[in-house]
T-cell receptor, first 112, second 113 residues
Framework: NAGVTQTPKFQVLKTGQSMTLQCAQD?????MYWYRQDPGMGLRLIYY???????DKGEVPNGYNVSRLNKREFSLRLESAAPSQTSVYFC???????????FGDGTRLSIL | AQSVSQHNHHVILSEAASLELGCNYS??????LFWYVQYPGQHLQLLLK??????LVKGIKGFEAEFIKSKFSFNLRKPSVQWSDTAEYFC???????????FGGGTRLMVKP
């Protein structure tokens, strides 16, 4: 009963390096999301995918790109990492956009 | 743009005390409302949701929340907390299109045994 699986769980990068965070869900959900969680700020939406083949910007998309590879997988890419992107990243999925979201365990990313 | 405010950043209670966490949102249209909980070291889990109907919503683990439209509020309550309720609680609001779930800053609850 995996739900939403994120890899890796932890990563340390140097400024300027690139990295892709992977997310997969096994619930046959249509919609998927990427958030970042910073202390005192809750979760902020980076990008979302309402359905396979579509992606849209959220509240804080700058410095990120996404790919909805298929219905199960939704990856987040940092092309040139910056210290301001140090955060905990959560992937989530839901049956439809309005429905409650199911979250992965998060990726703790530190950029030096 | 919609926003969500959680007034209490940190709350410390003794077991059996009553809990009320405040949540206010700003958005003029129809909203869907959620409370999520994040236990230490775990991912967010849904506590309860409100879409329409009875404004008093019951969730898991004895939690409930009341939607007061005139006050743009969706406060979370529990009559008697337990040590196992120690967690961070997030209020979240979705517009009716559902394409932008906005979270509050979270409230860290510590329950002393």
């Amino acid at each position: 009963n995996a739900g939403v699986t994120q890899t890796p769980k932890f990563q340390v990068l140097k400024t300027g390096q690139s990295m892709t965070l992977q997310c997969a869900q096994d619930m046959n959900h249509n919609s998927m999301y990427w958030y970042r969680q910073d202390p005192g700020m809750g979760l902020r939406l980076i990008y979302y995918s309402a359905s396979e083949g579509t992606t849209d910007k959220g509240e804080v998309p700058n410095g990120y790109n996404v790919s909805r590879l298929n219905k199960r997988e939704f990856s987040l890419r940092l092309e040139s990492a910056a210290p301001s992107q140090t955060s905990v990243y959560f992937c989530a999925s839901s049956d439809e956009l309005k429905q409650p979201q199911h979250f992965g365990d998060g990726t703790r990313l530190s950029i030096l | 743009a919609q926003s969500v405010s959680q007034h209490n950043h940190h709350v410390i209670l003794s077991e059996a005390a009553s809990l009320e966490l405040g949540c206010n949102y700003s958005y003029g249209g129809t909203v869907n409302l959620f409370w999520y909980v994040q236990y230490p070291g775990q991912h967010l889990q849904l506590l309860l949701k409100y879409f329409s109907g009875d404004p008093l919503v019951k969730g898991i683990k004895g939690f409930e929340a009341e939607f007061i439209k005139s006050k743009f509020s969706f406060n979370l309550r529990k009559p008697s907390v337990q040590w196992s309720d120690t967690a961070e609680y997030f209020c979240a609001v979705n517009n009716n299109a559902g394409n932008m779930l906005t979270f509050g800053g979270g409230t860290r609850l510590m329950v002393k045994p």
